[in-house]
């Protein structure tokens, strides 16, 4: 009896395993519509939303997508911005609602997952069923995911969107938060909107690093606007801090049904001040559980060393990267951002600073109390 009961035991012991490892290998069910909450990270070029992005990508309940707007500036560049808002605005819904044949129209015949713009960033690009090389529950690395998972068909970003019940996207290339009203209208949609903001002096410096990367969207920006070649750069910075204050102006004194509770304006510098805190703040919006493994990764990952590749996420000293505007942007550079942003500067809370030693002087607290 005894024999007989150790090999019953072995019997059920084996079908447990097989049970987990075949219920490991089923693809993940697709998640019903209605149950789904969807999120846009609104930004602008340089202000942390890659960065900010990533503390949603590595949850293990949200499909990420960065900047999918970007093939329509680039399939439709010789237009303005304001010109390619609908399209944007169009792809955006088809993305959240996970019908991913809208990017047929922008895209090449080679149809595999790293056609993507940026499709690395996305940790459910780099999990089942979208990648068999990491677990949903992982903590995924970019350069990781770009040498193992970038041969599967563009087919999986669809079928991975299906599984999930939160879909975040971060864009940068909305300039008037009117052209969403219809989003937030749309019954199909349960939309959310977490508006990132950051100090137009050290989007400037960041900027003036990257001007050749972003010299197709600085183009796009000032179509239609006159301009100096020495003063472009300028008249781009201000366009966006127009934008960006206007925006948060509208959506806090709108009179839309709803829009004031799907809302949250976030500077970028309260994040890199309070990592955790915030993290916590962005994910109750969301409705998201906030796990001790996210909390020790975003610990990590806001207080180690070094700089790294500029649209690439590190272990770095996020706090120093956002005050490094304070050591290298010349006075004069400082003077002029303070003057053509004046209004973004004020809505946002940013201090001017009124001297060169002012500006050195990182003991002094540049951030007044949030935005108005």
């Not at 290339?173 to 009117?178: A, C, G, L, Q, S």
């Not at 070649?229 to 127009?242: A, F, H, L, P, S």
């Not at 975003?298 to 000293?317: A, C, D, K, L, Q």
Request: one cysteine or more.
């Amino acid at each position: 009896m005894f024999k007989f009961n150790i090999i019953l035991i072995v019997a059920q012991t084996a079908a447990f395993i097989c049970v987990l490892l075949k219920l490991r290998t089923m693809p993940s069910p697709p998640v019903k519509k209605h149950d789904r909450t969807h999120i846009l990270i609104l930004s602008s070029w340089r202000s942390g939303s890659s960065f900010t992005g990533q503390l949603f990508s590595q949850h293990p309940d949200v499909f990420y997508l960065m900047e999918p707007g970007w093939h329509v500036w680039s399939a439709l560049h010789q237009n303005g911005h304001r010109v390619l808002h609908m399209s944007v605005r169009d792809l955006l819904r088809s993305a959240f609602l996970c019908d991913m044949s809208v990017f047929d129209a922008y895209m090449g015949s080679e149809k595999i997952k790293s056609t993507l713009f940026q499709w690395e960033t996305s940790r459910a690009l780099c999990s089942p069923p979208a990648c068999e090389s990491f677990k949903r529950s992982d903590i995924i690395p970019q350069e990781h995911c770009r040498i193992l998972c970038s041969k599967y068909p563009f087919e999986t970003v669809e079928e991975a969107c299906k599984t999930y019940n939160h879909i975040v996207l971060k864009e940068v290339r909305i300039f008037d938060i009117k052209v969403l009203y219809s989003l937030l209208r749309d019954p199909s949609l349960n939309l959310k909107i977490i508006h990132l903001v950051r100090d137009p002096r050290g989007v400037f410096h960041s900027r003036q690093r990257l001007t050749r990367e972003l010299g197709t969207d600085s183009d796009i920006v000032m179509q239609g606007l006159t301009e100096k070649d020495e003063d472009k750069e300028y008249q781009v910075m201000q366009e966006i801090c127009k934008s960006q204050a206007e925006m948060y102006l509208n959506a806090t004194r709108s009179n839309f049904k709803g829009l004031r509770r799907r809302y949250f304006a976030v500077r970028y510098e309260d994040i890199v001040n309070e990592p955790v805190l915030m993290a916590e703040l962005m994910y109750r919006f969301a409705k998201l559980d906030f796990t001790p493994k996210l909390k020790s990764w975003i610990y990590n990952i806001t207080h180690g060393e070094g700089h790294g590749h500029s649209f690439v996420i590190n272990p770095r000293n996020a706090l120093n990267v956002s005050m490094a505007w304070r050591y290298i942007l010349p006075f004069n550079t400082t003077e002029k951002i303070q003057n053509i942003c004046a209004s973004a500067m004020d809505v946002f809370g940013y201090k001017d600073v009124k001297s060169e030693e002012e500006q050195k002087n990182v003991s002094l607290d540049l951030l007044l109390p949030g935005p108005k």
